[in-house]
């Protein structure tokens, strides 16, 4: 008879596979997302270990060496300000990474902690918060930021600051479904129903079982601030010189692309393309390991 | 009656989001420098005619007074006037609104056109080679910034072979608009490339997660074709899930619309309000700000419509 | 039909192996399986979950899923499945051979038309215009026993009951009159009236056009209610074969000897001792009190339950039965305070639940133990086994410390039959019967004096279902709590509980002592629940099922009168 009880069907090896090998395996099986992956770390090798190859001087001005072509001095020319292309393609890839990924982080968690109280108190507390987040989603970021860059000129981290503002409110209302559903789980109720208060629900077993959610959330907001910060530079809002990011070196170059300096647009446009490509692509990779709804 | 009951309670919530909207715009009026006096007045003003205007208008009255002034002005439909177009706001946003309206519909209309059956012949070819360079053209579609895409569309269509023009007709009419079709191509390509990228890896997925579904090995067990499951069954409902994600894509569209109109010098919503930014013709960008969010208000509540058309479980409160 | 096409089966299966290739390696599912069925005989293939019944139906269809291969040969008519082209296969389902599924609520589309999704399956095999599809489809409705069948027709899946919309499946699955019929778990999700009413017009439609039937079941009385032949299968092989008299009541394999043993079966036999148990009065650990719960406002109002009063006092086992929608885990959710009652009173030992905030009621609420359905959901994912049982500990014993707390811990897991080793385990790694005792160890580190368990073995195996009831039993005479016990399973509930309570609708219909209620009930309600029960025994589910019949016949006719006053 036991032999009966403990026959699930399964082979005892496979109902064995540890979970994190088994996720390694799926990531990996996903090709597009592991070449993100490579992408991404080629990319911040690229911008903080490639000074290090390649020194140039981004902080003064040039003029004598303007508005070169690509040589072998310069493989990708300089700008107007004669400033060594390629090197300032490293030099603007560390802002617009470290913004991109610092913007897409803190919109992570405002929105993880936004919609993990909406869901989990419900009632009208959830109806108020998710109008609130309505209307912030209908107010187009880039409106807003438009209006704020007429306002003031931000310094790097308020600039961070506002990007996160703008950009919680999709993941907020990710979580929030997420803790709605986790909320009235089996063993949520169960332990609700033996006493168990609402601080232990939330750390035990709300956000660690949120913790896919937000991970494969937070990689699609990484990509997504960093093509924000494109946008903002684009806008007048970013940083300022002599300081720039990829944005600022697309909008600085954007009068030179049509008279045919093609070296001083395509590399930053590239780099933004790839770059978010790639944690989008991860970002995919992440939710078919986790198995996550949604987006 | 579940339909109008359904619908009443969504428009109740949509008048609840542009309350809240008002208050955010009413908020940014207050935080401009100098405050809303400033703002309204301009640069140029004294500060005698700053106070003067603040006892006029009640801006030494208590926030909350001062907020229902505000919402009488909107009721009124007092947006304030523009001070570089010498213009009642309200005027000036009634003559763009519609051809932005016109442009983002047309991006819409052909993102969809090109993005559903793209994204279901993906799903029937899924892992195939096909399918792995649609994904990637469609991540790189996505990842593009709009100015920068719009820029190479008209390196390469405007001034290298000369296939469409690179700005868009003028004119104060909307029949302007339509007076060289031709001129509307590259706007609405790059305003639709990122929306063709998302809506057909969305029918994709939703596509084989329906493929998933029990009702599909059902309708085999019956002796249907693919192709007859895939038309009959799976296109409607992916296309329910489609539908309902549009709603959450229209302020991205209003959004991309700054960006397009600016680059393509087309005269909607967008340029007005681009062009207010550098002039910082405050009455002019929190007016557009605060309209174009009741349009996406009113888009996301047409989504909702349309939803409930195509899903009959949607009024009947089961979906 | 000649008489020797009655002798040529009309599904040969010989050494069909299915393999599956997984995440974590290659399954052998099924292995060198033979089997037939003749036109107009019913050959039950059954097994428990795992066991590859489902698969060797599917493959029958031809519609395993893409990651399983198969071998041997399976020929249904003329045609060799295994090895035929998808375009064969097209011309065969929904025609010479046809499916019924498990699960009524997702096997049809939810957005079109029931008529046309039966008119789909005509035209994809005969042409005949849309519209004479359409007609036929209402026949086939009328058929197979939906009333109103002009106007349902053009009703959406959501518009129907679960029973219904089974109904409309086989529709489908008759609609060109297949030589065979598959049916797998055909009512396993649906409530025991209604899977009566299904396995009564399964078995019309079969005899009606001697259609043979390969029924998929783990469920022994559907087993002697509908099949000729039964085949035992376990781990992927037939282990015994025969006629259902020979296989239900002399099983010559080990395994079906065991697996009959552990299925619950009703008794029929009037307890007239049961009485004397009850005139001890203990006080009630848990009483409702006139309770109602009303979900939803204005015209959408649900009346969830309906001025319910009961109670269970100390010690004592009480079932709470009834069909989907009774209301009885409404119940059991208000008993434990996860609902809160419209209005009526809870007392939970002695003390209203109404008054109590904080910390009072919490410190109550540890005399509480609980044990819901799922086994899969009942279990954080993210915890070991060990986290998992002390988490009760750590509400309310705050001031033990680690070397007490693992103590008892292990002391749980002995409790419930696991080994002390399995804290460190991960909730995946174990199998239903284990996590669900799991759950139990649980609900009990604690002592609770009472025990909520809400359909606690209804996903389990039976021979799993008898090892954890066992354990409840053995522990509740050990222990001494009181029990509150949702099921659906009247079987379960007469063996296991000494008082019951029948719902229905949100109301309850009748309570007493098991023995009585649930032999010689005083309501037509629980006559006619207890009537639809099929015992795993074909000669006497043959009478039951007669009498039943003739019972319906003569209710329905004072039914339909009771309606027409209402």
Wanted: some cysteine; aromatic content about 6%; hydrophobic content about 50%.
């Amino acid at each position: 008879m036991s032999a009966v009880i403990q026959n699930t069907g399964i082979p005892a090896d496979v109902a064995g596979a540890t979970g994190a090998r088994l996720a390694i395996r799926r990531f990996l099986a996903n090709r597009i997302a592991v070449v993100g992956l490579v992408v991404v770390i080629l990319f911040i090798l690229f911008c903080f270990v490639g000074p290090f190859v390649h020194p140039t001087d981004q902080l003064h001005t040039a003029l004598s060496s303007a508005n070169r072509a690509p040589s072998g001095a310069h493989p990708l020319g300089t700008d107007a300000t004669g400033h060594d292309e390629l090197g300032r393609l490293m030099y603007g890839g560390k802002v617009s990474l470290l913004v991109g990924l610092a913007a897409g982080l803190l919109a992570t968690v405002i929105g993880t902690l936004w919609g993990a109280v909406a869901g989990y108190a419900g009632g009208w507390v959830d109806t108020v918060m998710m109008r609130v987040v309505d209307a912030g989603i209908a107010i187009p970021a880039l409106f807003i930021l438009l209006v704020i860059s007429a306002i003031s000129t931000p310094s790097l981290s308020g600039l961070i600051l506002i990007l996160g503002l703008v950009s919680w409110l999709v993941p907020s209302r990710l979580i929030r479904a997420e803790t709605l559903s986790l909320k009235n789980r089996d063993y949520v109720l169960t332990l609700r129903a033996i006493g168990g208060g609402h601080g232990r629900a939330i750390t035990r077993h709300v956000l660690p079982n949120s913790v896919s959610t937000i991970v494969v959330a937070a990689t699609f907001q990484v990509a997504d601030a960093i093509l924000l910060v494109a946008y903002v530079s684009y806008l007048g809002l970013g940083v300022q010189a002599p300081a720039t990011d990829w944005g600022g070196m697309l909008s600085a170059g954007l009068t030179a692309a049509y008279s045919g300096r093609w070296w001083l647009i395509l590399p930053p446009g590239l780099a933004v393309i790839l770059v978010v490509c790639a944690f989008n692509a991860i970002g995919d990779g992440l939710r078919d390991v986790f198995d996550v709804k949604g987006r | 009656m579940a339909t109008t009951l359904y619908l009443l309670r969504r428009l109740l919530q949509a008048v609840v989001v542009i309350f809240i909207v008002t208050v955010v715009v009413f908020c940014l009026l207050h935080s401009l420098p100098g405050g809303p006096a400033r703002g309204i007045l301009g640069a140029q003003a004294t500060p005698q005619q700053l106070a003067q205007f603040n006892r006029e208008q009640g801006l030494d009255k208590p926030l909350v007074v001062q907020y229902v002034i505000y919402l009488g002005q909107l009721l009124r439909g007092d947006l304030g006037v523009s001070y570089t177009y010498n213009q009642s706001v309200a005027q000036l946003i009634v003559q763009r609104l519609p051809k932005t309206l016109v442009l983002t519909i047309l991006q819409a209309v052909v993102a969809l056109v090109i993005a559903i059956p793209l994204g279901m012949w993906q799903a029937a070819r899924r892992n195939r080679p096909i399918d792995y360079v649609i994904t990637t053209v469609s991540f790189v579609a996505y990842s593009a910034p709009a100015f920068f895409l719009g820029l190479i569309l008209i390196i390469v269509f405007s001034q290298t072979i000369r296939l469409f023009p690179s700005t868009a007709p003028g004119g104060d009419t909307l029949a302007s608009v339509f007076a060289q079709p031709q001129a509307l191509v590259l706007p609405v390509v790059t305003g639709a490339a990122a929306m063709v990228a998302v809506f057909s890896r969305y029918m994709r997925s939703s596509t084989l997660e329906n493929l998933g579904e029990d009702y599909v090995r059902t309708a085999r067990a019956g002796g249907a074709s693919g192709t007859g499951i895939l038309v009959r069954h799976v296109f409607r409902n992916s296309l329910t899930s489609v539908v309902a994600m549009l709603g959450y894509y229209v302020p991205v569209l209003f959004g991309g619309s700054l960006v397009v109109e600016q680059l393509f010098n087309y005269p909607g919503m967008g340029l007005l309000f681009w062009n207010a930014a550098q002039s910082s013709d405050y009455p002019v960008l929190l007016g557009c700000v605060l309209i174009i969010s009741v349009a996406t208000v009113v888009g996301t509540l047409l989504a909702d419509v349309l939803q409930t058309i195509i899903d009959p479980r949607v009024k009947a409160g089961r979906a | 039909m000649t008489t020797t096409d009655v002798s040529k089966p009309i599904l040969e299966i010989q050494g069909l192996g299915i393999d599956f290739s997984t995440e974590s390696g290659t399954v052998h599912a099924v292995r060198g399986v033979d089997l037939h069925v003749r036109p107009g005989e019913t050959l039950a293939l059954v097994g428990e979950s795992g066991s590859g019944k489902s698969s060797v139906a599917l493959a029958a269809m031809g519609l395993l899923s893409n990651n399983a291969t198969a071998s041997g040969s399976i020929v249904v008519g003329d045609l060799d499945i295994v090895s035929a082209d998808e375009g064969a296969l097209r011309g065969v389902r929904g025609s010479t051979v046809s499916m019924v599924f498990q699960e009524p609520a997702t096997a049809l589309d939810p957005l079109t038309r029931i008529g046309w999704q039966i008119a789909e399956v005509v035209r994809n095999h005969r042409p005949v215009s849309k519209a004479d599809a359409f007609a036929e489809a209402v026949d086939l409705l009328r058929r197979v026993g939906i009333p109103d069948p002009d106007s349902r027709a053009s009703a959406f899946p959501f518009q129907l009951s679960g029973g219904q919309r089974q109904r409309v499946v086989i529709a489908m699955a008759i609609a060109n009159s297949p030589r065979l019929l598959i049916a797998d778990e055909p009512t396993t999700a649906l409530d025991v009236t209604v899977q009566a009413e299904i396995l009564e017009l399964l078995r019309k439609l079969a005899v009606d056009t001697g259609t043979g039937v390969l029924l998929v079941t783990h469920n022994m009385g559907v087993v002697a209610d509908f099949a000729d032949r039964v085949a035992v299968m376990l781990r992927g092989e037939i282990v015994e074969t025969g006629s259902v008299e020979e296989v239900l009541l002399t099983p010559q394999h080990e395994y079906t000897q065991g697996l009959l043993a552990a299925v619950p079966r009703l008794s029929t036999e009037f307890d007239s001792d049961a009485g004397t148990a009850a005139e001890t009065p203990a006080e009630p650990v848990i009483s409702l009190t006139d309770v109602t719960v009303r979900f939803g406002r204005g015209a959408h109002t649900v009346h969830a339950l309906d001025s319910v009063s009961f109670d269970v006092r100390a010690g004592e086992t009480v079932g709470l039965v009834g069909e989907s929608g009774s209301g009885k885990s409404t119940a059991a959710r208000v008993a434990l305070g996860l609902i809160k009652p419209t209005s009526g009173a809870v007392g939970l030992f002695g003390q209203d639940l109404r008054t109590l905030r904080g910390r009072a009621r919490r410190t109550l609420q540890s005399g509480i133990g609980v044990v819901l359905q799922d086994p899969v959901a009942s279990l954080d994912a993210r915890m070991s086994v060990g986290e998992i049982i002390a988490e009760p500990l750590r509400v309310h014993r705050r001031g033990i410390g680690g070397a007490e707390r693992a103590r008892l811990v292990a002391e749980a897991l002995e409790a419930v039959r696991l080994p002390a080793s399995m804290a460190w385990r991960a909730p995946r790694e174990l199998s239903g019967g284990q996590r669900q005792r799991v759950s139990l160890a649980r609900a009990l580190v604690l002592k609770p004096r009472l025990l909520v368990a809400d359909e606690p073995t209804s996903a389990l195996d039976v021979s799993v279902q008898k090892s954890v009831l066992e354990v409840i039993g053995e522990l509740q005479s050990h222990l001494g709590f009181a029990c509150l016990f949702v099921s659906h399973d009247l079987a379960v509930v007469q063996d296991f509980c000494s008082r019951v309570v029948v719902m229905r609708n949100g109301r309850i219909e009748e309570q007493g002592l098991t023995g009585h209620t649930l032999v010689d009930p005083t309501t037509d309600y629980t006559r006619r629940l207890l009537a639809a029960v099929p015992v795993p025994d074909p000669i006497v589910q043959r009478d039951r099922r007669q009498a039943r019949l003739a019972a319906l016949a003569a209710v329905t006719t004072t039914e339909s009168l009771e309606q027409d006053h209402a």
